[in-house]
């Protein structure tokens, strides 16, 4: 499992919000860095991994049991 720099936390969000949320705050980060997301809105588990592919970010894990995504900003 990967140390996160950061987590965001989106629980009781819908999405498209923590896809926002990411959005908006993985910029901030340095490159490199690992910014977990909870989300659990179940839709996240397709979104946050499809913004990634879109965005050139690193989707690093998804851990179903806790409804955390960790994304590495690549860029």
């Known amino acids: 499992m990967t140390d996160p720099t950061e ?4 629980r009781g969000q819908r999405c498209p919000l923590p896809v926002i949320a990411l959005a908006r705050r993985l910029p901030e980060l340095p490159v490199g860095a690992v910014l977990r997301v909870l989300a659990d809105d179940p839709a996240a588990a397709v979104d946050i991994p499809a913004w990634c592919r879109m965005r050139a970010q690193e989707f ?6 806790t409804t955390a995504y960790d994304v590495r900003r690549t860029h």
């Open 7 to 10: 987590v965001l936390d989106c």
């Open 60 to 65: 690093v894990a998804a851990h179903p049991d």
